[in-house]
Nanobody
Framework: EVQLQASGGGLVQPGGSLRLSCVAS????????MSWVRQAPGKEPEWISS???????HYSVSVKGRFTISRDNVKNILYLQMNNLEPEDTAVYYC??????????????WGRGTLVTVSS
């Protein structure tokens, strides 16, 4: 069965770092466009990053320069390295197949999210 399981969230102080992981099963992530989507409490989901099947990476303005998306095609794991975190980054983070714009509404392609809380 196709599954995506995100992990690595938690509580971090402003300026801190976290690395999220997304373990995929039932398909090969290197063959698909993959994205990270986040949803803050009471807000609409926001696409923040994607990595294409050709390896190219893309970022939203809100995270560009602070976050890095990558993948390990051998382990079949998608990563999101998050640096210089701010309170505005507080959200549930989801990994997903596909790319913007449709990925933000195609929730069938999201895995289980992991909560990131940035607070002092």
């Amino acid at each position: 069965e196709v599954q995506l399981q995100a992990s690595g969230g938690g509580l971090v102080q402003p300026g801190g770092s976290l690395r999220l992981s997304c373990v995929a099963s039932g398909f090969t992530i290197g063959s698909w466009d993959m994205s990270w989507v986040r949803q803050a409490p009471g807000k609409e989901p926001e696409w923040i990053s994607s990595i294409k099947s050709d390896g190219s990476t893309h970022y939203s303005v809100s995270v560009k320069g602070r976050f890095t998306i990558s993948r390990d095609n051998v382990k079949n794991i998608l990563y999101l390295q998050m640096n210089n975190l701010e309170p505005e980054d507080t959200a549930v983070y989801y990994c997903a197949t596909g790319d913007r714009p449709i990925v933000v509404i195609n929730t069938d392609h999201w895995g289980r999210g992991t909560l990131v809380t940035v607070s002092s």
